[in-house]
RNA sequence: GGCCUGGUAGCCAAGCGGGAAGGCAGCGGUCUGCAAAACCGCUAUUCGCCGGUUCAAAUCCGGCCCAGGCCUCCA
């Protein structure tokens, strides 16, 4: 059984899907203004971690992810480097998909862009200008909150507490109520980017994106919609109320949202200079993998502080976890221990049974952690055979599903160096010791790192 | 100011009423021709602080301190 926090009902739900063995689910994407920075991965890295486990699971998962190709930010880049706004963000998609690869996240089944979308979100205003919850004032559209009741109950925000007239845009015109929110902004000529409608010439509000495209491609209901905490209130508030307001049907079953990373202890912000990008990052060597395993290994719901120390460990767990992985092949026992295959199916138990409590990942490593401790033992016992090698390789690619933290090398080395480490086991077996060492520091000269184990001498490279 | 999280060993991090998981780092040992790897042991009489409830609290309640989030665009 699946249980997840449901921010909604604030409460850890047991997850059922409308529809038995498929989940379909809706994550907010990137606005492509920018590279995008460790903290906003640490969201996809969540989706990711909640994807992948569902589809370990069994089920099948229609994911849909958005991209904000239109916004403030977008033409205000578009327009400093006086291209076109297309051009722009195509930019930034490709380093934002280059980025996902290098993180080894999986690709959604959908990543729809906002501006090949603008005739379904016309559609969906239409349709709340004709049901009444939504009115002009000049030629931009608004969404009336007062019409919807329900308005503040996924982010618990008491709506006399929301400042009133905090900001009022100079060109914006008045609001019945200064709490709605846009849904059709009208044609600003500076900005020399808008459509022709049939609700008039402009573009749209940010928060009806998600609610078109998501129904487009999920239906007017659908069982996980996730983001930032930050995304509670005002856009997921206004996405339910815009998207029920129109259906007259619940929105989304599930609301799922992790927390946000700190840096150093602080929040990441421009001024503070203290965000990096994955590209930062990679120019200082690190491993990639060992930033997604640090994103991945905490809770999404606890903040995360993100420090350049504790990608080290990160970096160190990877490589310890990777060199267990690999170093499994020397064994060439024919002997099969059968205690093995119930190590196996305890540690998987435990994992799934981890995940399953609202992805508590801390719980399903330790379990791996523990069964690779246990495989230690049969293995520098020799009590591991060749079988037994397949099995628990096989457990561990299967499980990397989920992760995605294994790196399959498939080294090689010259002939020479396997001749002269062939030289050196026979020197070993004479008994010639002093020329059995003179070889292996040549070999440590040279990065590769020699190993004596009940099954033969292996190698590795070092990093 | 209102609402909401979190504070567990040197660092990261589970546990959320009755034995303080796991990872990283460090030290000692076993194994080894020597190493490496692995394993074993040690490193929190104690879980931000102060009270309270209870036979029993890191876990529940109250107060306080610290950090962070949302209330305005933000993963």
């Known amino acids: 059984m699946v249980k997840f926090y449901n921010t909604f009902t604030k409460k850890k739900e047991e997850f059922y899907p409308i529809e038995d063995k498929i989940v379909r689910m809706y994550t907010c994407g990137p606005t492509v203004y920018d590279f995008a920075h460790i903290g906003n991965f640490r969201a996809y890295v969540f989706e990711d971690l909640l994807h992948r486990f569902l589809e370990y699971i069994g089920y099948r998962v229609i994911r849909v992810m958005n991209i904000t190709d239109v916004d403030d930010k977008t033409i205000k880049g578009a327009k400093k480097e006086g291209i076109s706004l297309k051009e722009y963000t195509d930019r930034y998609i490709k380093y934002f998909l280059e980025d996902m690869d290098i993180l080894r996240l999986k690709k959604p089944d959908f990543m729809p862009r906002a501006t090949e979308h603008i005739k379904e979100m016309v559609q969906l205003i239409k349709k709340l200008l004709d049901k009444g919850y939504a009115y002009y004032k000049g030629n931009s559209i608004y969404f009336s909150i007062s019409k919807f009741p329900n308005y503040g109950k996924l982010s618990g925000i008491d709506l006399s507490n929301v400042k009133i007239g905090a900001r009022v845009d100079s060109d914006e015109y008045e609001k019945e109520d200064v709490r709605d929110f846009v849904l059709w902004k009208e044609a600003k000529e500076h900005e020399g980017v808008y459509w022709e409608t049939e609700i008039g ?14 129904m487009k491609y999920l239906g007017e ?19 339910i ?39 930062d990052l990679l120019s200082k060597n690190y491993n990639p993998v060992a930033i997604r395993y640090l994103l991945l290994s905490a809770h999404y719901r606890d903040p995360l502080n993100f420090t350049e120390k504790s990608l080290k460990q990160a970096e160190n767990t990877v490589k310890n976890y990777n060199e267990f992985y690999q170093g499994l092949n020397i064994c060439a026992s024919e002997k099969n221990n059968p205690v093995i295959k119930q190590e196996i199916e305890k540690a998987k138990k435990s994992f799934i049974e981890g995940l399953s409590d609202d992805l508590n990942i801390s719980f399903s490593l330790s379990s791996i952690f523990n069964f690779i401790k246990n495989i230690n033992v049969f293995f520098s016992k020799g009590e591991f055979g060749k079988e037994n090698v397949k099995e628990v390789k096989d457990f561990i690619e299967d499980i990397d599903r989920v992760l995605c933290i294994i790196e399959k090398k498939e080294e090689s080395l010259p002939a020479e160096f396997l001749n002269l480490i062939r030289k050196r086991e026979q020197a070993r077996k004479n008994k010639d010791f002093v020329e059995a060492d003179k070889i292996r520091d040549f070999l440590k000269q040279k990065g590769i790192i020699l190993e004596d184990t009940p099954y033969g001498t292996r190698w590795k490279k070092i990093k």
């Open 201 to 214: 010439r402009g573009r749209p509000g940010w928060h009806i994106e998600c609610s078109a495209m998501s």
């Open 221 to 239: 209901t659908f069982d996980i919609h996730t983001g930032g905490v930050d995304n509670i209130f005002p856009h997921h508030e206004n996405e």
């Open 241 to 279: 109320a815009q998207s029920e307001s129109a259906t007259g049907k619940k929105f989304v079953n599930y609301w799922l949202h992790c927390a946000h990373l700190l840096v150093n202890g602080e929040k990441m912000s421009k001024s503070k200079g203290n965000f990096y990008t994955l590209r």
